[in-house]
Antibody, heavy 122, light 107 residues
Framework: EVQLVESGGGLVQPGGSLRLSCAASGFTFSSYWMSWVRQAPGKGLEWVANMKQDGSDKYFVDSVKGRFTISRDNAKNSLYLQMNSLRVEDTAVYYC???????????????WGQGTLVTVSS | DIQMTQSPSSLSASVGDRVTITCRASQSISSYLNWYQQKPGKAPILLIYAASSLQTGVPSRFSGSGSGTDFTLTISSLQPEDFATYYCQQSYSTPRTFGQGTKVEIK
């Protein structure tokens, strides 16, 4: 069974740091782009960042550039999100998601993990 | 960035109703459009990819159509388990962007 399990969320003060982890199982992790998507309480979905299979390419939404970094360890089947200089507006459930690409470059997120809650508050 | 706009933001419907949700992109995205369903406290699940392809395991009452800038998700006969929030998402360019969501509620 394909599964993604996030961890590392919690309460942090504004300006603080947190590192999220996503453990993958049931598929060849090193063959897929991976993404982080977040959802603020009661709000919609916002894509945050993604990383190519070998880590050579990575992209971020403008609101987190310079503060968040994404990394992966293919030997450990794990994806990470290092979040620095956290702001109140970063409060959200953070999901990791596998990106599936077909031969025509269509791509989608499937599956998603259960999410981990990050709360930024003093 | 490509803006995705869904309509309506919410709707009330009865079991057995035909439901249509619309998603509009701020520029042409060909068929790079996906639909997700999310229930309260749960992660989103993929329903439709590439505008009209049904994900394996998703009931056939769900269908998607459209290309360019205008897309539609249709539920042919609403079932009790379909009450949820639905999101469209473009995969044409980075940053990936989502519509604001459409909440389908019981009438």
């Amino acid at each position: 069974e394909v599964q993604l399990v996030e961890s590392g969320g919690g309460l942090v003060q504004p300006g603080g740091s947190l590192r999220l982890s996503c453990a993958a199982s049931g598929f060849t992790f090193s063959s897929y782009w991976m993404s982080w998507v977040r959802q603020a309480p009661g709000k919609g979905l916002e894509w945050v960042a993604n990383m190519k299979q070998d880590g050579s390419d990575k992209y971020f939404v403008d609101s987190v550039k310079g503060r968040f970094t994404i990394s992966r360890d293919n030997a450990k089947n794990s994806l990470y999100l290092q979040m620095n200089s956290l702001r109140v507006e970063d409060t959200a459930v953070y999901y990791c998601a596998r990106e599936v690409w077909d031969d025509y470059s269509y791509n989608w997120f499937d599956p998603w993990g259960q999410g981990t809650l990050v709360t930024v508050s003093s | 960035d490509i803006q995705m706009t869904q309509s309506p933001s919410s709707l009330s419907a009865s079991v057995g109703d035909r439901v249509t949700i619309t998603c509009r992109a701020s520029q042409s995205i060909s068929s790079y459009l996906n639909w997700y369903q999310q229930k309260p406290g749960k992660a989103p699940i993929l329903l439709i990819y590439a505008a009209s392809s049904l994900q394996t395991g998703v009931p056939s009452r769900f269908s998607g159509s459209g290309s360019g800038t205008d897309f539609t998700l249709t539920i042919s006969s609403l079932q009790p388990e379909d009450f949820a929030t639905y999101y469209c998402q473009q995969s044409y360019s980075t940053p990936r962007t989502f519509g604001q969501g459409t909440k389908v509620e019981i009438k």
